[in-house]
């Protein structure tokens, strides 16, 4: 027969793994320390199509030894994407990304992009406005550098990333980082809510 410290000592690790349980966040809850900024987290989908959302404008300059995922120096293209709630092309779509990339690199693999990100959320419209400079294989942040409606004065970031790719269509999971600066967070009705992961439906 077990010794009754024993019993007390399982129940004290059990009862201390169970507090564990109860106070860590759910996948879904965010847990980003904004410092005292208003600053919203959401992640939407990117459904694109080769010669149907986006489309090659400039055929570049092979450069040497350009690998399979890389495009000529210099290429030039712009998309039209639309953005859904979940990787499901016939998901609720939310928002459209319009933009222009340009391969930036001679082995074909970076590229600075400009993109307008419009969104129609649940609780937030307007657009947010990205440049920067992205990687075909690398997951890289790209600044937000602001917006339009509730979105107006945004920081942030957005981090793309590719989740498959069956020719003709791409998808991309973007993961959005918003934060406004205080002097302007108390302008907006929705200010009261600190920090929020966001329900978009």
């Not at 793994?17 to 410092?35: D, E, G, I, K, Q």
């Not at 040497?64 to 890389?70: E, F, L, R």
């Not at 340009?102 to 400009?114: A, K, P, Q, R």
């Not at 205080?182 to 329900?199: E, I, M, P, Q, W």
Request: charged share 10%; net charge neutral.
């Amino acid at each position: 027969m077990a010794h009754p410290a024993l019993h007390l000592y399982v129940l004290a690790i059990l009862l201390l793994a169970l507090s564990f349980m109860a106070t860590s966040p759910s996948p879904s809850t965010s847990t980003h320390n904004c410092r005292g900024l208003k600053c919203l987290h959401f992640t939407l989908y990117q459904q694109e199509a080769i010669n149907k959302t986006v489309y090659l404008i400039v055929k570049g300059v092979t450069g040497p030894d350009v690998s399979p995922s890389a495009s000529p120096f210099g290429s030039m293209f712009v998309n039209h994407d639309l953005l859904t709630i979940s990787p499901n092309s016939s998901s609720k779509v939310v928002g459209v990304a319009e933009g222009v990339s340009i391969t930036s690199s001679l082995d074909g693999l970076t590229n600075v992009v400009m993109e307008k990100i419009t969104l129609e959320l649940k609780h937030y419209k307007g657009s947010v406005s990205v440049i920067g400079t992205a990687h075909n294989i690398k997951v890289i942040d790209l600044p937000v550098v602001g917006g339009t409606g509730d979105f107006m004065f945004v920081q942030g970031y957005i981090k793309p990333s590719l989740v498959t790719f069956e020719n003709p269509n791409i998808l991309y999971k973007i993961e959005f980082h918003l934060y406004w600066p205080s002097y302007v967070a108390n302008h907006f009705s929705h200010s009261t809510d600190r920090s929020s992961t966001l329900n978009v439906v």
